[in-house]
């Protein structure tokens, strides 16, 4: 069993930054693709970034350039960096640990980030 914490949400002017960070309890960490996820008002979820066990790194087109999915295997996190906000990015983010196929697979409770002036 994996448990998620994300914290680093909050309220930010366009052009702005955050950091989220996602800590995982449990075991093997490391052998997990950690993934970011969000979901917009009356939208649905969709993949904002994702990392894998080997360190390879896929985004969404709409945040390519502007957000940085990277993982410290020491202390069982992954952090997305987001640079250059949009009001558009406004929406709940949610961490996500797969493995196995997504035999095994562990989400957050989500943290709220709104991009507003």
């Known amino acids: 069993q994996v448990q998620l914490v994300e914290s680093g949400g909050g309220l930010v002017q366009p052009g702005g930054s955050l950091r989220l960070s996602c800590v995982a309890s449990?075991?093997?960490?490391?052998?997990?693709?950690m993934g970011w996820y969000r979901q917009a008002p009356g939208k649905q979820r969709e993949l904002a970034a994702v990392?894998?066990?080997?360190?390879?790194?896929n985004y969404a087109d709409s945040v390519k350039g502007r957000f940085t999915i990277f993982r410290d295997n020491t202390k069982s996190t992954v952090y997305l960096q987001m640079n250059s906000l949009k009001p558009e990015d406004t929406a709940v983010y949610y961490c996500?640990?797969?493995?196995?196929?997504?035999?095994?697979?562990?989400w957050g409770q989500g943290t709220q980030v709104t991009v507003s002036s």
């Open positions: 449990g075991s093997f960490f490391r052998f997990y693709a």
């Open positions: 990392i894998s066990s080997d360190g390879s790194t």
């Open positions: 996500n640990a797969k493995r196995s196929g997504g035999a095994y697979e562990y």
